[in-house]
């Protein structure tokens, strides 16, 4: 299962009042573990950066007066990212911007549904407590030092860790991979499971199978698993 983690900086808040898109960071996940390939790309967002943005992520003018504009690297960004699940913290707000960008190069917007909310995960997980990135990484243990400024690259490699921890840990083995070991396949023995020497008795109730039978008769073409 490939997915993709991703973070933007902008230069505000709503691509609809003039602000766009000037740091784009992904990070490869397979399987829920990181391969190493990743994209990043600043973006000159074509208008001069207000003084809050800059604030946040420190790229002035003069630093993004010389990178290409989206329109260059649209398309390279879609061929990067496939039709992997996004993994984002905040979603609405990267793809709001992903999505207006798009849409003025007149390239496929990103349906809504591929995207995996960090953010709305936190919440129920963690309900009432600060959820925000920083905050998840001090939940769990993840160092993020180096992170005095917001930057879509090192960003994205924080919330892919922060995302494993959420959705269950970051071995998604438990530990039980074979990878180290000096045994190969041939070296395990030929074991296959028997069937136990006496069944275990059933622990439903005639009085209940009936009434399960019923309630599935009345779900008739709902019943999935009765189809042949």
């Keep these: 299962m490939r997915e993709i983690v991703l973070d933007t900086e902008t230069t505000g808040f709503d691509p609809f009042s003039g602000d766009r898109i000037v740091e784009i960071g992904a990070v490869e996940l397979m399987g829920h573990m990181a391969t190493g390939k990743t994209y990043h ?64 190069m007149n390239l496929p917007e990103i349906p809504y549904d591929r995207a995996i909310d960090t953010l709305e995960i936190a919440r129920k997980r963690f309900p ?30 924080i919330l892919a860790e922060v995302y494993l921890e959420l959705i269950g840990g970051r071995q998604p083995d438990f530990g039980l991979s074979t990878a180290g070991s000096q045994k190969s396949d041939t070296d395990l023995p030929d074991w296959t499971p028997r069937p136990r020497p006496t069944p275990l008795a059933s622990r439903i109730t005639d009085e ?16 999935l698993w009765a189809k042949g």
């Design 41 to 104: 790309q600043y973006i000159n967002p074509e208008r001069s950066m207000p003084d809050e943005a800059f604030q946040v992520h420190g790229l002035g003018d003069d630093f993004l007066r010389d990178k290409p504009k989206f329109a260059a690297v649209g398309q390279a960004f879609l061929d990067f990212i496939g039709d992997a699940k996004l993994v984002i913290h905040n979603a609405a707000f990267d793809m709001k911007f992903l999505n207006a960008e798009l849409k003025w």
């Design 128 to 157: 009432g407590s600060p959820a925000s990135l920083d905050a998840l990484c001090r939940r769990f243990g993840i160092n993020n030092d180096a992170r005095t400024l917001h930057g879509a690259l090192l960003d994205s490699e």
């Design 208 to 223: 209940e199978a009936q009434a399960h039978a019923a309630f599935v008769e009345k779900m008739g073409d709902a019943a």
